[in-house]
């Protein structure tokens, strides 16, 4: 990349597309006025120029911050702050917007008002202004809701920064909200805080029903008592304007009114718009346009909140394509040049078999709908074993039914993707719900010993990168391979690098050499298990696999010897494979007081909450492995650089405080539950079952609470 | 005449398979029991088309019935209890050149594999699928299958099944996109091997039910079909078996009839009086799920490669 | 209508000296005589001054090459339109205008093609469309009918079509029409077998490159210690074995050849003169100018074809080596060897076509050798040649064209067996057509004989030359031939008479309408015979003399009865041709003798095809007769037969009533094809007789049984009888039970189906065993052949229900 030789002087200077910007950094304690940092472009190409231009906004922004310092001095409370910024905002409506650094923004509704649409094109726009995103919906568990119901929350949450963002973050800034009574589901999951903008539509407040009016103006004490800060806004009186039934349209009005809150690109926004729309036609891509600029104008005159959130300078986002973790499950199945994947509806796996079904003839694959979960893996099976590796697709209820397939796989040493997209359980458990609970039945739920490799993906882009690793470890190691990914994933959309795939991420040509008739089936290799399969149509090569118990032959043997060194084999294939693995890499200090263990979809929100304890100088660390079987190597040595060690998981897990629970009792997170038996070390565990992710906050109090204790055992 | 025997360099290395080369393992079933019989039929048929052995997949579920592959010379597939079907789909799916043989059993199919029988009926695809009914769980000793007759006693219901047996048949026959149904008796090697033969040859799912003896365990059933012949009836007609009359003296009771005609098919199959013998329902131009699923194998890397940038076109920003 | 003028004759009666001298040629009474004058017709032919006025089979509409199959290569520009619109118009009431006016489009249409190639047919139709719309000048609602309907029948022609007007290189237009509908779908599937053969190798290869390629790439690479899995993969036993050296050499040999093949837009080579610079424009055509085209054309081929034997090669070896059945031990010698006389009939028709495009004279004269040599040489290569009728192709210089005996081209080309000949004509282009076709569909050498009717301008045609032409066929000048060896190897399977008027007469026969002096109707039927066509050329003009009007003498006779007259009887007559003249009136023009040599030549010729052709050939004519005797003795032979069956009928089912275990027998026997040996259940009677008489003593089935006549026991099925025991393979089972109760004495045969290895090797009591376990009831263990064995009279009871 030309511009940025390090012997050159770029003090202040970053670069976007060709353009030079000049950047100041914000002290932390200033960064909820300021941001992270103030930028502007120097609408410049040339380095030289840059270099003279930078030094007048680096001057302005100096004495910016040095004004708010002085005005700081006097710490305010975060409602007063909101207040008052709310108040200088009314001073400079519609002039300068004020520069921030990230904010939370939700848009919630009754089901089928398009709330999600309006949150996922902000994201969108704001993906293409080069801002960190990550979008996750807010999903009833039924279908079609009735209206104005309080579990009936449907809606979506954009989290959009100056920086790479990573997960869905704490509570929201900012809240447009079509009723009332859907903000309770919000506010009882913890997602607003005091000072949090509710901008809420007015229309029940002179409803033809009493009950309702009744129940609007109580919701209004409740949420000033929360400590909200709440405008009443005529929503529906301004669409009705343009449009007969606003609840068709409405959520374009309220695009409109957050993209000019947020200083975002009207044009990008109305491309969006068109997009959405071009199956319907331009008459109707006309009116959400219309509403759109309508929302515009009325924020515009109406609403004195006014930012601007600067694009992040991060090299994850000058090449990116914005996906759900699901959609990069398929991509990564594609990129993998896997030849088939079979599957069986389930939520919230199906999406993905969903994209598939669109797009996978890009790369001549094909999707199967079998008439079962079992028919799934079976099929799946089916074209592995004749050389074309597959893939199934599928989420906790179905993996139950898959464990027999598995079971055979692993015996059989048949090459299988399986991606399992982890939902609530037991048993139906929470279909539309975040949780880690299949770690354990993914490592050990088949007949006898069942030894295959489980990897975790921790981010959205590794749903897609990981696909293609475990095809290539499958068929390296002649084994099943399972990816665990999760709700939260499935459903988090977030701008992530687009791959950069040449031929070698797919397999070769089918094998149909003639096979050596010296070389046994299963000729396994005494030190790594490893042996190489052949495949349907290799002269010489003919053999009748079996899930009984066989030799080298893969003829039916019961006998002592035969038995035992197909265990062996079969085992040895996970300690070649873990040899082969890089340990992994500690987020912070390599040793010190605590240490966070998570895998999975936590990875965010951990580091995250991480980051913010050692900027406030605690000493704390954490580490994600991503194999979970075998595990990475050197754990165990990590782990003894610190003085406490403790797993962070979205499943189940005794509290150790609970009645009856105590070291005798206590049942451990699942990954903690393996740790323990893997390093013999006395590893804690924090785990709960909420149902939706981890917020870095939360994990923050939980790290205090445990340095405290750590200090209190002093 | 000149030119035209310039082919015949790609032929001059072509291998000629005997019996020998499809036959596997020493076969391990009983004495007496009907298996040994259809599986040499399975080696005729290979031999009669000359399928290449390392081509040819012979794919099974659990039971007496699966043990079939291990006593094939050619690649086999002995996996799971009920289960055949999916995997011998999952393999023609994205081999269309591989030559396919499912053995199960009235256990398998029609009891633990029941759903996949259904579906595997609907998708079609060109397998030759063979059901060994000996109406009873041999493997595990004696329990009562779904076919096993009402007055016939087993280790489950030892004062015989208590629900009439279902009739393999007419459920097959009631798929939709069902393409070819017979059923034959193991112990006439005319009609079996014609039949086995042309269920081979059928571009489809050909499903053959064969009515099997078990000696061990209830030896009655096939006995009285023997002893009485006039409990079967032999259906023959141009596009279905044709035997001579040395066979037809065998089954004094026989009828032509048209396997195209699937009406026909179905009051033949739903009559339990007499047990029908040949080819019930034979449509070669139903649709094949494996004409579908083989889409794109062509593709070269480059092209998958092109492919792929348009995906990830598609969320590009 | 024309008219006989009475006038008196201006000559004397003895004038038919003057003609007969005339006739045999006499210097003087030809200057005594008068050569016809102005533009005089045979009289058949009068009707056809003005072509303008008469609709004939050109202008052609040539279908796009990507037609579909059944639309024909070429339709008449007439049908084709009244065709298109009697679909979307078929009533008569509908479209009424534009039918009306149809003729008018299509004279326009005709008249607007002045050059002799084809041209684009929806621009040249559109503008006769517009035409005609100003020239009948509607009023609104008329003209848009009109305007809709010629919109309609502007969708009949399709995008890519041509119009073709007669003319002098319309053969070689036609030609290279079909050569590309035949073409460029060939060329189309040889890209496709190319491509497909190039992915077959290239995977080949890249499953090579795998077996070294990295272990990890993409996200793997960067979590996986790639070298150490690489060192982990390569230490297995590998069982897929490795390409050998000289495989991957083969391969990638191969798959350079068709990586580096480009098909170059050339479809057909001319060879010879082509004067017509529009072909040389052409890029589908390259002309190759020579003085010896034959030689050249093979010459050419054998370049070309060394070209695509390379290609050939490359894709036979990939089909090979796609199913690894390439073996050096064959394969290398052959594709050592290998040109395009191993082509497939398929590969060799992708080999570029090459034309020969020569003179009749050069074909006759300097030409000849290297003429009959390429029609020899198997190679495919195309002759076409221009025939000019009334000439003779081997006239030397300052002979006349009745000098000498015709030089037959077609003659010699059948003569040469293995070539596709025809003899075709520019004016009936379906058979043209048929003739390439052929041609192109063959892999042999054809020729091909075109008359195009006169065409220079010395020959100052009097008719339209496509009229000429047609006459040409008419009177025999130039019978109509097809004869395709790869139909068979006789005369009746390979030639094709198709196109011949009147072909079963020696001359065609057609009645002409005049009015006699007194202004009556009358008809009489004329011959069209070789001699009026020759009537047509100025330049023979010389071969005819004027009989004055009125004049009449019994020595004068028309040509075709003069032909048939006996020779003493000729020796007077003086033969004559029906004409008209300019003002309409029939004359009589006497014929010379040297004319009718050539008449009774070209008749001669065309007895000789019609006897190839199977028209009045008297072999045929007897073989029909000869067969329907065999038909009469093949009904009475196979009435024998069918007694005969139905009496044996009868013997095997009285013998099948002889008792139980004879019924047994007769089953098996009648599902065995064994009914020869029904006779030899005689002596087999006697223990069934036995069996029988335990039941009832005065049984008359066994006198019965044994009252039949037996026919003589055939020496090779001595042994059967009911005591041997025998085994009926065909109806084994293969259950396995009989072997298990005896390896030695049952064991499989080919089939895997039991045979009765050795009855010996074990006791009768293991023998009905057998047959009691046998689920196919086909073991038979007739009587024991140990008669000490213990316990027999129990075991043969329990044997005779199997015997």
Redesign the interface.
């Known amino acids: 990349m030309s511009g940025t030789h390090f012997s050159e002087d770029t003090r202040y200077l970053f670069k976007r597309d060709r353009t030079w910007w000049v950047k100041v950094a914000v002290p932390r304690k200033l960064r909820d006025k300021l941001g992270y940092d103030l930028r502007r472009s120097l609408h410049t190409h040339d380095l030289e120029k840059a270099r003279e231009a930078r030094w007048e906004a680096v001057d302005e922004f100096r004495d910016r911050i040095d004004k708010v310092k002085a005005a700081h001095a006097s710490s305010a409370s975060g409602a007063a702050a909101v207040a008052t910024s709310a108040d200088d905002d009314k001073v400079r409506s519609s002039s300068e917007p004020r520069q921030i650094g990230e904010h939370i923004v939700e848009i919630v509704s009754d089901s089928g008002e398009g709330a999600q649409k309006c949150g996922q094109i902000l994201g969108?726009v704001s993906?293409?202004m080069g801002n960190g995103v990550w979008t996750v919906e807010i999903i009833p568990a039924e279908i079609q809701p009735p209206a104005r119901e309080r579990q009936g929350a449907s809606g979506i949450r954009v989290r959009l920064g100056s920086k790479y963002i990573t997960n869905m973050g704490d509570q929201a800034d900012l809240v447009v909200a079509f009723n009332e009574q859907v903000l309770y589901s919000r506010i009882a999951n913890g997602a607003y805080k005091k000072g949090t903008v509710v901008l809420l539509e007015n229309m029940w407040a002179d409803d033809a029903d009493e009950k309702i009016r009744e129940q609007y103006q109580a919701a209004l004490q409740d949420f000033y008592a929360q400590g909200l800060v709440v405008h009443e806004l005529p929503i529906q009186q301004e669409c009705l304007k343009l449009v007969k039934d606003p609840r068709k349209g409405k959520n374009m009005f309220v695009l409109g009114m957050i993209c000019h809150i947020y200083n975002r690109d009207a044009d990008k926004a109305k491309e969006e718009i068109a997009k959405t729309f071009r199956k319907k036609g331009d008459k109707v891509i006309g009116i959400n346009h219309e509403l759109f600029d309508a929302g515009y104008a009325f924020a515009r005159d109406n609403i004195e909140y006014h930012f601007d959130i600067p694009p992040a300078d991060d090299k994850r986002l000058e090449k990116?394509?914005?996906?759900n973790g699901n959609?990069a499950a398929g991509?990564g199945v594609?990129?993998a040049?896997i030849?088939?994947v079979?599957m069986y509806p389930i939520t919230p796996a199906t999406s993905a078999s969903h994209y598939l079904a669109e797009?996978f003839?890009?790369?001549?694959?094909?999707v199967?709908q079998?008439?079962?979960e079992?028919?799934?893996i079976?099929?799946?099976?089916?074209?592995?074993?004749?050389?074309?590796t597959?893939c199934t697709i599928t989420s906790g209820p179905g993996m139950a039914l898959k464990t027999?397939?598995t079971g055979?796989a692993v015996m059989a040493e048949i090459p299988l993707v399986i991606i399992d997209v982890q939902r609530g359980g037991p048993s139906t458990g929470l279909p539309t719900k975040i949780e880690q609970g299949d770690l354990l039945s993914s490592l050990y739920g088949a007949q006898g010993d069942a030894p295959k490799v489980v990897i975790a993906a921790a981010t959205i882009e590794e749903c897609l990168l990981f696909v293609s690793m475990a095809r290539k470890i499958a068929e390296s190691f002649r084994t099943p391979v399972i990816i665990l990914t999760d709700a939260n994933l499935a459903t988090g959309v977030q701008?992530i690098p687009?791959?950069d795939?040449?031929?070698d991420w797919?397999p070769p040509p089918l094998d149909q050499s003639a096979w050596d008739k010296d070389v046994a089936a299963y000729d396994w290799d005494e030190n790594t298990g490893l042996s190489q399969r052949?495949i349907?149509?290799?002269?010489?090569?003919?053999?009748?696999?079996?899930?009984?118990a066989h030799n080298r032959q893969s003829?039916?043997a019961y006998d002592t010897a035969s038995n035992q060194e197909g265990m062996n084999m079969r085992s040895r294939k996970l300690a070649a494979l873990s040899a082969t693995l890089k340990p992994p890499e500690v987020h912070g200090d390599p040793t010190g007081d605590l240490l966070i263990v998570g895998w999975g979809s936590t990875l965010g929100a951990i580091e995250e909450a991480v980051d913010v304890a050692r900027a406030e100088g605690k000493s704390v660390s954490s580490v994600h492995p991503r194999f979970l079987s075998p595990l990475e190597p050197g754990l165990e040595d990590i782990f003894r650089g610190f003085k406490k060690v403790m797993t962070v998981e979205l499943n189940y897990s005794d509290d150790p405080d609970a009645p009856m629970i105590n070291k005798d009792t206590r049942r451990y997170a699942q990954l903690a539950h393996l740790l323990r038996a893997h390093t013999l070390m006395d590893i804690d565990c924090w785990s709960a079952v909420p149902g939706h992710p981890l917020s870095p906050q939360r994990i923050g109090k939980i790290i205090d609470a445990h340095l405290d204790k750590l200090e209190g055992a002093k | 005449m000149?030119?035209?025997k310039?082919?015949w360099?790609?032929e001059?290395?072509?291998r000629y398979f005997?019996?020998e080369d499809y036959c596997?393992?020493e076969?391990r079933w009983c004495?007496?029991?009907?298996d040994?019989?259809i599986?040499?039929?399975v080696?005729?048929v290979c031999r009669d088309s000359q399928v290449?052995?390392?081509?040819t997949?012979?794919?099974s579920g659990i039971g007496c019935s699966s043990r079939l592959?291990?006593y094939?010379?050619?690649?086999?597939?002995?996996?799971?209890h009920g289960?055949a079907?999916?995997?011998?789909?999952?393999?023609?799916?994205?081999?269309p050149?591989?030559d396919i043989w499912v053995a199960t059993g009235d256990g398998d199919c029609f009891s633990i594999g029941a759903?996949?029988w259904?579906?595997a009926m609907r998708y079609n695809m060109d397998l030759t699928m063979l059901v060994f009914d000996n109406g009873i769980y041999g493997l595990t000793k004696k329990q009562t299958s779904p076919t096993t007759p009402v007055d016939v006693p087993t280790n489950t219901h030892p004062s015989g099944s208590l629900l009439p047996p279902l009739n393999p048949l007419t459920v097959t026959l009631g798929v939709t996109n069902v393409s070819f149904v017979a059923q034959i008796v193991?112990?006439?090697?005319?009609i079996?091997h014609q039949v086995i033969q042309m269920a081979h040859e059928h571009k489809g799912t050909g499903f053959v039910r064969i009515i099997q003896?078990c000696p061990v365990y209830v030896e009655a059933i096939?006995k009285t079909l023997?002893e009485e012949p006039a409990r079967m009836q032999l259906l023959t007609h141009e596009k279905g078996v044709q035997v001579?009359?040395?066979?037809k003296?065998?089954f004094p009771n026989h009828a032509e009839h048209d396997p195209t005609d699937l009406a026909a098919a179905l009051t033949i199959a739903a009559d339990t009086s007499v047990l029908p013998l040949g080819i019930l329902y034979r449509n070669p131009d139903a649709p094949r799920y494996d004409d579908?699923?083989?889409?794109?194998?062509?593709?070269?890397?480059?092209?998958?490669?092109a492919?792929?940038?348009?995906?990830?076109d598609?969320?590009?920003? | 209508m024309s008219t006989v003028t009475d006038r008196s004759p201006e000559v004397g009666a003895d004038y038919i000296d003057t003609l007969r001298r005339f006739h045999y040629g006499e210097p003087a009474a030809a200057q005594a005589t008068r050569r016809p004058e102005g533009a005089v017709l045979p009289a058949l032919l009068n009707p056809y001054r003005d072509a303008a006025t008469i609709r004939y089979r050109y202008p052609l509409y040539l279908a796009p090459y990507d037609a579909p199959d059944e639309a024909p290569l070429a339709t008449p520009l007439a049908q084709h339109l009244a065709q298109s619109i009697a679909t979307f118009a078929p009533g008569d009431d509908e479209a009424r205008i534009l039918k009306d006016n149809l003729p008018w489009l299509e004279r326009h249409l005709r008249n607007a093609l002045t050059a002799p190639d084809p041209v684009a047919a929806p621009a040249s139709f559109e503008a006769a469309a517009a035409a005609l719309e100003e020239h009948l000048d509607l009023g609104q609602s008329n003209r848009d009918t009109l305007r809709s309907d010629l919109e309609s029948l502007r969708a009949a022609i399709a995008e890519g079509s041509e119009f073709l007007g007669y003319g002098p290189d319309a053969p070689l237009h036609l030609l290279l029409h079909a050569i590309r509908r035949h073409g460029l779908p060939r060329r189309e599937a040889l890209r496709k077998r190319i491509a497909?053969s190039k992915?077959v190798l290239?995977s080949l290869l890249?499953v090579e490159a795998a077996r070294s390629g990295p272990a990890a790439s993409g996200a793997a690479a960067e979590r996986l210690d790639a070298s150490l899995l690489s060192s982990m993969l390569d230490k297995r036993a590998h069982g897929s074995v490795a390409m050998s050296a000289a495989r991957r050499a083969r391969i990638e040999q191969a798959l350079g050849v068709l990586q580096a093949w480009d098909d170059d837009p050339v479809l057909v080579r001319f060879i010879g003169k082509v004067t017509n610079p529009w072909f040389g424009r052409e890029d589908t055509v390259d002309v190759i100018d020579s003085t010896d085209p034959c030689a050249a054309a093979g010459e050419t081929f054998e370049r070309d074809a060394l070209r695509f034997a390379g290609l050939f090669a490359a894709l036979?070896t990939a089909?090979?080596e796609k199913?690894d059945?390439?073996?050096p031990a064959?394969?290398d010698s052959?594709?050592a060897g290998f040109d395009w006389?191993?082509?497939?009939?398929d590969?060799?028709r992708h080999v570029t076509p090459v034309v020969a495009i020569v003179s009749a004279d050069h074909l006759a004269g300097d030409g000849l050798p290297s003429f009959s040599r390429l029609l020899g040489s198997?190679r495919p290569v195309h002759i076409v040649s221009w025939i000019r009728a009334y000439d003779n192709p081997a006239v030397q210089p300052g002979e006349g064209p009745f000098d000498a005996y015709r030089f037959e081209l077609a003659y010699f080309g059948v003569g040469h067996r293995q070539a596709i000949v025809a003899q075709t004509s520019a004016a009936s282009h379906d058979d043209m057509l048929a003739g390439f076709e052929c041609a192109l569909d063959s892999?042999r050498t054809s020729l091909h004989l075109i008359n195009r009717g006169t065409q220079t301008k010395s020959e100052q045609p009097i008719l339209d030359p496509w009229f000429v032409a047609s006459a040409a066929v008419e009177s025999r000048a130039h019978p109509l031939l097809l004869v395709n060896p790869d139909a068979g190897d006789y005369a009746a399977e390979r030639v094709s008479f198709a196109g011949n008027p009147q072909a079963d007469k020696d001359w065609p026969v057609e009645s002409l309408e005049y009015e006699d002096p007194d202004g009556e109707r009358k008809e009489m039927s004329l011959a069209f015979t070789f001699a009026d066509y020759a009537l047509l050329m100025p330049a023979l003009h010389e071969h005819f003399r004027m009989v004055p009007k009125g004049y009449e003498s019994d020595d004068l006779v028309p040509v075709a009865n003069y032909l048939d007259s006996d020779s003493e009887a000729a020796e007077r007559l003086v033969p004559f041709v029906w004409a008209i003249d300019e003002d309409g009136s029939l004359v009589r023009l006497a014929v010379s003798r040297a004319l009718i040599f050539a008449c009774r030549d070209r008749l001669n010729y065309w007895h000789t095809l019609q006897e190839l052709a199977g028209v009045h050939n008297f072999y045929v004519e007897e073989a029909v007769e000869r067969v329907l005797e065999d038909a009469r003795a093949a009904a009475e032979a196979e009435r024998e037969e069918l007694l005969k069956a139905h009496a044996e009928e009868l013997d095997s089912a009285r013998s099948a009533a002889a008792g139980e275990a004879m019924g047994q027998l007769v089953?098996?026997l009648?599902?065995?094809d064994l009914s020869s040996m029904i006779g030899d259940s005689a002596p087999a009677t006697m223990p069934a007789a036995e069996t029988t008489d335990a039941v009832a003593d005065d049984e008359p089935v066994v006198d019965e049984a044994e009252a039949e006549p037996e026919p003589e026991p055939e020496p090779e099925d001595e042994e059967l009888s009911f005591d041997e025991p025998w085994l009926d393979t065909?109806?084994?089972?293969?259950?396995?039970?009989c072997i298990?109760i005896n390896k030695m004495m049952f064991a499989y045969n080919?089939?895997?189906?039991a045979i009765l290895k050795d009855p010996r090797a074990g006791t009768y009591a293991e023998l009905v065993e057998a047959a009691e376990?046998c689920?196919?009831k086909c073991i038979h263990p007739g009587k024991p052949l140990d008669p000490n064995e213990p316990g027999l009279d129990e075991l043969m009871a329990r044997a005779a229900p199997f015997n």
């Open positions: 969108l993906g293409k990116a394509i914005v996906v959609q991509l594609m990129a040049g030849e088939l079979a797009e003839k890009l790369t001549g694959g094909f199967h079998a008439e079962d079992i028919a799934a079976g099929f799946a099976i089916g074209a592995s074993y004749a050389g074309q597959a027999e397939m055979l701008p687009r791959p795939v040449t031929e797919f052949p349907p149509g290799m002269q010489g090569g003919e053999y009748i696999l079996t899930g009984l003829k039916i | 000149f030119g035209l310039g082919d360099s790609l001059v290395k072509d005997t019996l596997g393992a076969p004495t007496g029991c009907g040994h019989g599986l040499a039929a080696h005729r290449k052995p390392e081509k997949v012979a794919v592959p291990h094939m010379k050619t690649y086999g597939f002995h996996g799971l289960r079907l999916p995997v011998a789909c999952g393999i023609k799916s994205r081999r050149d591989l759903a996949h259904v579906h193991d112990w006439n090697a005319q079996r003896r096939g023997q001579d009359d040395s066979v003296k065998l579908i699923s083989a889409a794109g194998l062509e593709m070269s890397a480059a092209e998958r490669l492919g792929m940038n348009q995906a990830l598609h969320f590009a920003i | 497909d992915r290239e890249k036979r089909a090979l199913e059945s390439y073996d064959v394969h052959w594709f006389q191993s082509f497939s009939a590969e060799l198997r892999n089953d098996v009648m599902g065995a065909a109806a084994c089972t293969t259950c396995d039970d298990s080919a089939d895997k189906q376990t689920p196919a």
